[in-house]
């Protein structure tokens, strides 16, 4: 159960109420999902947080493949059940091995990954785990992403770790789904 309750529309001011309209848009849904409403108890700042990790979603520099690949890694360090769920299924449309998804969400990776997603779960293991981040890992993943793919890959790993964050202190719950953590 969720430590507060969720945000209803109806419930916000008419700001509060264009905000969540937005987020709702972002993301096509025909409304807005249980860990964002959760946030909505502060409309401008889910508003903005939303925003981010709209334009990150959506207008990556990063190819979809490895972006979605990025997310689960990023998923699976802050043992997230939501975006796990959510992102293995896209990764997978997205054309990520199942071998590597599975070596991912069973701590064996880099075992089964390419060369391609070892530098990004690298970069994502340093970042999270050593609070560092070497020359030789920030040039291999901007040999691969590009510069502009491997800002977008800092602000993705920032945007989820945030949302990651809010998922551990607030406890929404999962959509009708079962996670596949």
């Known amino acids: 159960m969720a430590r507060v309750p969720y945000v209803e529309r109806e419930e916000m001011d008419t700001e509060g109420q264009a905000i969540y309209d937005r987020i709702r848009q972002d993301r096509n849904s025909p409304q807005v999902g249980l860990q964002f409403r959760a946030l909505l108890h502060n409309p401008k700042a889910a508003g903005f947080l939303t925003s981010m990790g709209a334009q990150l979603r959506f207008q990556s520099a990063m190819p979809e493949d490895l972006k979605e690949f990025a997310i689960c890694v990023l998923s ?5 059940g939501i975006e796990w769920t959510a992102h293995a299924a896209l990764a997978a449309k997205a054309g990520v091995s199942p071998e590597a998804l599975e070596a991912v969400r ?5 075992a089964g990954l390419d060369e391609k997603q070892k530098a990004i779960l690298t970069f994502i293991h340093d970042m999270l785990r050593r609070k560092d981040v070497s020359d030789a890992t920030f040039n291999a993943v901007q040999k691969v992403l590009g510069m502009k793919g491997a800002v977008d890959l800092v602000l993705t790993c920032s945007y989820y770790t945030a949302i990651c964050m809010a998922q551990i202190a607030l406890k929404p719950e999962m959509e009708g789904k079962t996670s596949t953590l």
């Open 76 to 80: 699976r360090e802050w043992n997230s």
């Open 106 to 110: 069973t701590g064996k990776a880099p």
